[in-house]
Nanobody
Framework: QAQLIESGGGLVQPGGSLRLSCRAS????????MAWFRQAPGKEREFVAC????????HYADSRKGRFTISGDNAKTTVFLQMNSLEPADTATYYC????????????????????WGQGTEVTVSS
């Protein structure tokens, strides 16, 4: 059984930083995609960033590009999300997602294309 295990969430002050991690267990997604989504209470799940393992190309929601950076390890089993200059609006549960197969650019931000999801890690940005 494949699992995605997230870690790194917590409480941080505005302007601070966090680094989230997601490790794949049980199988790899080295031919596909791993991504981060987030969901705030009462809001829809939204795309944050992803990496396509084939060429290690990364993609971001326009509003997050510049503050957030996604990266992966050499084994293509773990992804990280470095979050800087955090704002209260970034408060949400952050979910790791993975897709087994390749995915075209236009579909990367749509959660229905991902095959596995982690349990989520909570990020709270507050003073």
């Amino acid at each position: 059984q494949a699992q995605l295990i997230e870690s790194g969430g917590g409480l941080v002050q505005p302007g601070g930083s966090l680094r989230l991690s997601c490790r794949a267990s049980g199988r790899t997604f080295s031919s596909g995609v791993m991504a981060w989504f987030r969901q705030a209470p009462g809001k829809e799940r939204e795309f944050v960033a992803c990496i396509r393992w084939a060429n290690r190309d990364t993609h971001y929601a326009d509003s997050r590009k510049g503050r957030f950076t996604i990266s992966g390890d050499n084994a293509k089993t773990t992804v990280f999300l470095q979050m800087n200059s955090l704002e209260p609006a970034d408060t949400a549960t952050y979910y790791c997602a993975a897709r087994v197969n390749r995915l075209i650019l236009s579909a990367l931000q749509q959660p229905e294309h991902y095959d596995y999801w982690g349990q989520g890690t909570e990020v709270t940005v507050s003073s």
